[in-house]
């Protein structure tokens, strides 16, 4: 694609002007703040409305009531925008109105979708490093899926790290296994301990407080049953109570006798309680040896039960000890099986790798693109640099970035089919040492000391 004709009205602090290039290349000379740059802002304006156009007045505040307006008549098409008082963008297409949404899809069309990265030699050295490298292997590189070594090298520093912790609780367990005292045969003190419970129940009973209470209960109830035969035997009635006629003698003595043999009976029984309850409390209270019995056999109880929890203890620590043990076991197989799948990621990865940096720098002539670096510890980082001759595109001179650029915006038109009028902001900066040659129209802007120039190649025809 070539420009025919710039043409501009109320466009920043320019006056209105045009230039007609007719295809041909043209360097727009001036000195410093003569207006070149404002030149060059002409066409991302018109493509892409994204340059502020207005002016702006003493306050740094754009002049509203302005109407920058602009059109560039490529070959074969003519587009131009304007921009309206009330800061509306109107779009025209061969000199017919049309929709921001028809303008927009010509533009993208016309420029591959790359916005002014044609344009402009030195956009693509200036993007950030990983735009670059995505751009690169999106349309330089055969697709493919590089191996997740950093997925496995996370894993592997998690199982590394948990292999880690092992030793250390081992040891803790060791020690507190050497802190327990369990020496002795667990059977023979349960033995013991069995002797010791039973013997222990056996005072236990003898002393039993609850075997007294009981006793004194049966004893109440013994008692109130007696009072309340008294009471029955006391009110034997003597005469019949509905019709007032005296019992015959011999039913009264018989009802007296049951009452009185029922009476004697519970009498009985409770002396016999009493005597119980007296036997109990006397041989409780007297028993001091009994009671030194069974307190030492309770100690004796707690001495065991605390020996055979010991046992215990010991059981479950060896057995935890064990199942560390495995544990350290498979996590070090996993380890290594990781560590060798990692070996065999990392090269398929180097491969991989090696094979897109080769597609990459196959389609440029001078610039090769470092996508990898190896950092000290082996381990390798994605990365984007330009180089010429191994020197990195930061460290080169201002012609070699020059060089650099060309050769770079060169593979991308090869590639997209596509090729832009080119914007070459400093021209006077570069010597014919440092200049590719190009099939493109391009427009030269250079400092010089006179005043705004813009002259045409007329020795260059179009193509
Ligand atoms: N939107 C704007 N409105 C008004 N003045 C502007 C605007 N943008 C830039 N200017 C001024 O216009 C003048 C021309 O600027 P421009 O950047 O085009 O100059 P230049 O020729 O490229 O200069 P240099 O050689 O220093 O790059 C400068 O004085 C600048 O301050
Ligand atoms: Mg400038």
């Known amino acids: 694609m070539k420009i025919n004709r710039i043409v501009w009205q109320n466009f920043k602090c320019l006056p209105d002007g045009e230039i007609v ?9 001036g000195r410093n703040g003569s207006g070149k740059s404002s030149i060059a802002s002409i066409l991302p304006f018109v ?24 059109t560039i008549e490529f070959d074969g098409i003519t587009l131009k925008r304007l ?11 061969d000199g017919k109105e049309v929709t921001a949404t028809v303008f927009n899809t010509k533009v993208f069309n016309l420029t591959g979708g790359l916005g002014t990265l044609l344009f402009n030699p ?5 993007y950030a490093w990983k735009v670059q490298r995505d751009f690169l292997l999106e349309h330089f590189a055969p697709k493919e899926n590089f191996v997740d070594v950093a997925g496995l090298d996370d894993e592997l520093k998690r199982l590394r790290k948990d292999a880690a912790t092992i030793p250390a609780r081992i040891e803790e367990i060791n020690r507190q296994l050497n802190d327990l005292d369990f020496s002795g045969d667990a059977a023979e003190i349960q033995q013991r301990l069995n002797a010791l419970n039973e013997r222990f129940a056996k005072l236990q009973a003898e002393s039993s407080e ?3 209470k009981f006793l004194t209960r049966q004893i109440r109830q013994l008692e109130s049953t007696r009072d309340e035969l008294r009471r029955r035997y006391r009110s034997t009635k003597t005469h019949c109570p509905t019709c007032g006629a005296a019992l015959p003698k011999e039913k009264i003595a018989e009802t007296l006798e049951r009452i009185s043999v029922e009476g004697k009976r519970a009498s009985a029984e409770i002396e016999r309680l009493r005597n119980q309850l007296e ?3 006397s041989k409780a209270n007297f028993s001091v040896e009994r009671g030194q019995e069974l307190r030492s056999v309770q100690s004796g109880i707690s001495e065991l039960n605390r020996q055979l929890y010991n046992f215990k203890q010991a059981a479950n620590l060896r057995k935890r000890l064990e199942q560390l043990t495995a544990d350290d076991k498979s996590l070090n197989a996993k380890i290594v099986e990781l560590e060798s799948q990692i070996a065999q990621a990392q090269e398929r990865r180097n491969r991989q790798m090696k094979a897109s940096e080769d597609s990459v720098n196959a389609q440029f002539k001078f ?11 082996g381990d390798i980082r994605e990365t984007c640099e330009p180089m010429i001759y191994g020197v990195p595109y930061s460290s080169l001179s201002k012609g070699e970035k020059f060089k650099a650029a060309c050769d770079i915006l060169n593979a991308f038109q090869t590639k997209f089919n596509l090729e832009m009028p080119l914007m070459i902001d400093d021209a006077e900066s570069y010597t014919r040492n440092s200049l590719v040659t190009l099939p493109n129209q391009i ?16 020795s260059r025809a179009a193509a």
């Open 21 to 29: 290039a007719n295809g041909r290349n043209v360097t727009i000379s």
């Open 47 to 70: 493509l892409f409305g994204r340059v502020d156009a207005k002016s702006f007045d003493a306050q740094g505040l754009t002049i509203g009531t302005q109407t920058p307006t602009a």
């Open 83 to 93: 921009v309206t008082a009330g800061n509306k963008n109107r779009t025209f297409i």
């Open 122 to 126: 030195f956009e693509f050295p200036n």
């Open 210 to 212: 609850e075997q007294q």
């Open 279 to 281: 036997t109990l409390q």
């Open 367 to 377: 610039v090769k693109f470092k996508l990898f670096k190896t950092l000290a510890s």
């Open 443 to 458: 427009f030269a802007f250079k400092v010089t000391e006179s005043e705004l120039d813009i002259s045409v190649d007329e």
